[in-house]
């Protein structure tokens, strides 16, 4: 078996690769919905962000209200430092679970850990190889603005807030450009996918 971490910045294609990925054959595990997951009403780590952030980021069904705590948390790095300590560990141990889960039942799997904070919360240590999804800034601020309906100045400051995409290909082991046409992007991921599938 073969763990490896896909990432990238925000707004540049990584979860149209990790599709693609899953396509080929790889077993993809998301950090997202593992944190989505981990955060549902009632659970602790929802009970210790409650504690910390106060009950009015919550929504009227008490699930978190994500667009809230992200603004707040995208201000302040303290904040934001406060929110990652209560997420991350309880998000780490569900992906240690899934990966032994995914080795068990096939010995030579590629399990794709698609995860945006990989380097910035040193993840990279515990992988065997890494992929980088690149694009320009000027697509990543278009898509943002599309998808997620922020600001120009909103988009750069999320952007900025990340680690550059200059330091993250410098540490990647693979990198594949997010804005190629999507055929072009899916022979990659093909070719990329058989490689990994060797090595595991």
């Given at each position: ?5 896909l990432?990238?910045?925000v707004a540049?294609?990584?979860s ?14 998301d ?9 549902e009403?009632?659970?602790?780590a ?17 699930s ?13 790095p303290a ?79 999320r ?9 993250k ?14 055929p ?5 991921v ?11």
């Open positions: 078996m073969i763990l490896v971490g990432t990238g910045g540049t294609g990584k149209t690769v990790a599709k693609i990925f899953q396509q080929c054959g790889a077993v993809v595990i950090a997202d919905l593992l944190g989505r997951h981990v955060v009403p009632g659970k602790p929802w009970q210790a962000i409650v504690n910390t952030f106060g009950r009015n980021i919550l929504n009227p069904d008490r978190l209200n994500r667009h809230m705590l992200g603004i707040i948390v995208f201000r302040h904040k934001r430092r406060a929110l990652e300590s209560i997420i991350h560990p309880r998000v780490a141990r569900e992906q240690a679970r899934l990966t032994k889960q995914a080795a068990r039942q096939d010995p030579h799997a590629v399990v794709l850990y698609d995860v945006p904070l990989l380097f910035e919360a040193g993840i990279d240590k515990r992988l065997d190889q890494t992929i980088v999804v690149t694009a320009d800034r000027t697509t990543q601020i278009s898509r943002l603005k599309k998808r997620n309906g922020l600001t120009r100045a909103e988009a750069l400051h952007i900025n807030s990340q680690m550059s995409l200059a330091k290909v410098r540490r990647a082991d693979h990198v594949l450009n997010g804005t190629l046409p999507r072009t992007l899916r022979k990659h093909g070719q990329l996918f058989t490689r990994l599938r060797l090595l595991a």
